[in-house]
């Protein structure tokens, strides 16, 4: 009895102990599951499918341009306080000569620590995964969690983010989330905080002048009507606009040329009659990507926001080039549309879901789950479906064969090679592009071939490129060559 006794309290307090504990875990539980947190779960998870998708193409030497390498000798120049030289645009090119987008340096103490390709698609794959919050968060805030999460669901898996992140490495993913920033502040008329993420867009590239330029029409037409509470916004907002189209102005007129061998900026012939480039975009074409750009997004609701002026500069620049490549909706130029479509359908549907129009506020309603579900049907003819099949986390053999290969170039070498090798070679070798050595000898040439491409042909293609030289062949895998100068 006694024995019983005395065991009794200690029994009681380890019974009270372990129901604290579980009410805690409750409690943390709980929190984790609020609702302010989902934009931040998401972007968790799309990070997490845009990393293993850029790392796992990475490994399977899937890389579709020289852009990466590009990139990378630009950033690991950066990484050592150098000039931002890509000796893959012509031997000792400024990058800043090419496109103005001083942003890259950001990313220079992150390659210093993690030097490799693999730096740059990862952080690529953060930015695009961080603009997925404010998109989220705006949307759940004026159209409740259901719909909110569906609308960041529907921006995460849009085609033209996942046309990005499968397009290995470009400055783009820093416009991205700094349009989203941008524009969700405008939506919630925080118009200093708008400005704010809007002007260094003018860092990421030549033409995102006009970008920032439209945010500032944006907000000036959005605060016009609030005035008289805060009379500073317009003439600020007109600043804004100044600001973005002399920032353009300078670096198209100014900044490039300085930096560019030739003294003037190489893409003007891709928007004139000049170069032998005389197309212009079909109609057909044109009202595609419109339709792309448009219907599978926002159902056409987007129409309905200012906020869509926002992507005329970049729709306006595409559609009046002569550059093939900028017409459709492949690669990377429609990224930086799906922030703008998105929160324009946001901004669309918090005005529309209470019209006094019963189809209007019918279609509201009902639009978010219409727009997620046709992201998520689009997504199994996109690049994040391979996350679903096995031979994309596969490393096949050839490609090891390939390393082992390549890795017999010394590190500090000069090698000129073409697509396929670059990415392995830019994190230790300068790296000229195949035919733009501009009397530069390189010590070895490295080239992906067709499977009817033979080692004679390789040889003689290289006695092409360098008549005064003689290169031997030092082995050869799976369509890859390697040639070492005697």
């Known amino acids: 009895m006694d024995t019983a006794a005395a065991a009794s309290p200690g029994t009681t307090a380890e019974r009270v102990t372990a129901a604290t504990d579980r009410t805690r875990l409750l409690v943390r539980a709980a929190a984790l599951r609020h609702p302010r947190l989902d934009p931040y779960w ?31 000798q630009a950033i690991r120049a950066y990484a050592n306080l150098q000039a931002p030289v890509a000796d893959l645009k012509g031997p000792g090119a400024n990058i800043l000569g090419d496109h103005f987008s001083p942003v890259t340096a950001l990313l220079g103490p992150l390659y210093r620590l993690f030097p490799g390709p693999v730096t740059l698609l990862v952080a690529q794959a953060a930015l695009f995964a961080v603009s997925a919050v404010p998109v989220t968060r705006v949307a759940t805030h004026l159209l409740g969690r259901g719909r909110g999460v569906a609308i960041g669901v529907a921006y995460g898996l849009s085609w033209g983010i996942q046309r990005a992140v499968d397009f290995d490495f470009h400055e783009i993913c820093f416009a991205v989330p700094l349009i989203a920033f941008s524009l969700e502040a405008v939506i919630r008329g925080r118009w200093y905080a708008a400005m704010l993420w809007a002007a260094p867009l003018v860092f990421v590239k030549e033409d995102m002048g006009a970008t920032v330029a439209a945010i500032g029409a944006v907000i000036l037409l959005r605060a016009w009507r609030e005035r008289e509470h805060q009379p500073r916004v317009a003439p600020l907002a007109a600043a804004l606009m100044g600001f973005g189209v002399l920032a353009s102005a300078l670096a198209l007129g ?50 309905r926001s200012p906020l869509l002026l926002v992507a005329v500069p970049t729709l306006g620049w595409r559609f009046v080039s002569h550059e093939e490549h900028y017409w459709g909706t492949d690669w990377h130029y429609s990224a930086v549309l799906m922030p703008v479509v998105l929160l324009a359908l946001v901004d669309a549907l918090d005005r529309g879901r209470d019209s006094r129009r019963g189809w209007l506020a019918a279609y509201s309603r009902q639009l978010p789950a219409a727009v997620c579900g046709a992201a998520l049907a689009l997504t199994s003819s996109l690049p994040l479906y391979g996350l679903t099949e096995k031979p994309t986390y596969d490393k096949p053999a050839t490609v090891g064969a390939v390393e082992r ?29 195949v035919g733009a050595t501009r009397g530069v000898e390189p010590e070895y040439i490295a080239l992906q071939e067709p499977p009817e491409r033979t080692a ?28 070492k100068r005697r």
């Open 405 to 433: 290969l390549l890795d017999r170039i010394p590190g500090g070498a000069t090698v000129e090679a073409n697509v396929g090798p670059i990415s392995r070679l830019t994190s230790r070798c300068r790296v000229l592009w």
């Open 42 to 72: 998401l972007a968790l998870a799309l990070f997490a499918a845009y990393a293993t998708l850029s790392v796992c193409r990475y490994r399977r030497m899937a890389t579709m341009s020289w852009d990466l390498g590009i990139f990378e």
């Open 456 to 483: 004679r042909q390789v040889a003689d293609y290289a006695r092409q490129l360098h008549p005064d030289a003689r290169y031997g062949l030092l082995g050869s895998t799976s369509g890859y060559f390697l040639l």
């Open 254 to 303: 100014v900044i490039i040329p300085e930096f560019n061998g030739a003294g003037g900026y190489d893409y003007w012939e891709k928007v004139s009659s000049g170069g032998g480039q005389t197309a212009t975009i079909p109609l057909d074409t044109a009202l595609r990507t419109l339709a792309w750009t448009l219907l599978p997004t926002t159902g056409l609701l987007a129409l």
